[in-house]
């Protein structure tokens, strides 16, 4: 009986990680086709590269290709457009994306006027907002809610690396 239950369990194992990883490509697929409506630039053409800093994070979008100007200024109006909204408590862009129980916004959305604070930077072939933040709840809401993007975005985003970064507010 215990090598009947150990084989099964064995088997259950070998077929679990592919289940899962069609469930990931799934949502992800299911992901960049509600992105069309929202993000002008195309997700294909772009990588998404979030960094988790004591006080926040750092959310990049750049152009795979950065001589496609085209892409540049698109991410560029996004990102400035998300910074206001996000000032704003307008998640919807990220709750239409991800859905309304995506990891960290509700947290995000419960932020009091000036509790974080955005920077806007251009940066080559894209942009950057640098979120900030003194509340170590909202700290922790960001960075759920930044795996939850890397997560959804698949291979159109990466880990980033903290650097120190000027990330008073502009």
């Known amino acids: 009986m215990k090598s009947l239950i150990l084989c099964l369990t064995l088997a259950m194992a070998s077929i679990l990680p592919q289940w899962a990883f069609a469930a990931d490509a799934q949502r992800q697929a299911d992901v960049a086709e509600r992105g069309k409506d929202v993000m002008p630039f195309s997700l294909n053409a772009t990588t998404h590269i979030f960094t988790k800093t004591a006080e926040g994070g750092i959310q990049r979008v750049v152009a ?4 496609d100007r085209e892409q540049t200024k698109l991410v560029r109006e996004h990102l400035k457009e998300i910074k206001k909204q996000f000032l704003q408590g307008d ?4 709750s239409h994306i991800h859905g309304q129980d995506m990891p960290g916004l509700d947290e995000l959305r419960s932020a009091k006027p000036g509790q974080i604070t955005i920077k806007y930077r251009d940066i080559e072939g894209g942009a950057e907002l640098a ?8 700290v922790a809401a960001l960075h759920k809610w930044f795996d939850a993007q890397l997560s959804d975005h698949g291979s159109d985003a990466m880990a980033g690396h903290q650097h120190h970064h000027d990330m008073s507010p502009q």
Do not use: M
């Open 64 to 67: 795979k290709n950065v001589a």
């Open 91 to 94: 998640f919807s862009g990220p």
């Open 131 to 138: 979120y900030r933040t003194s509340d170590p709840t909202k």
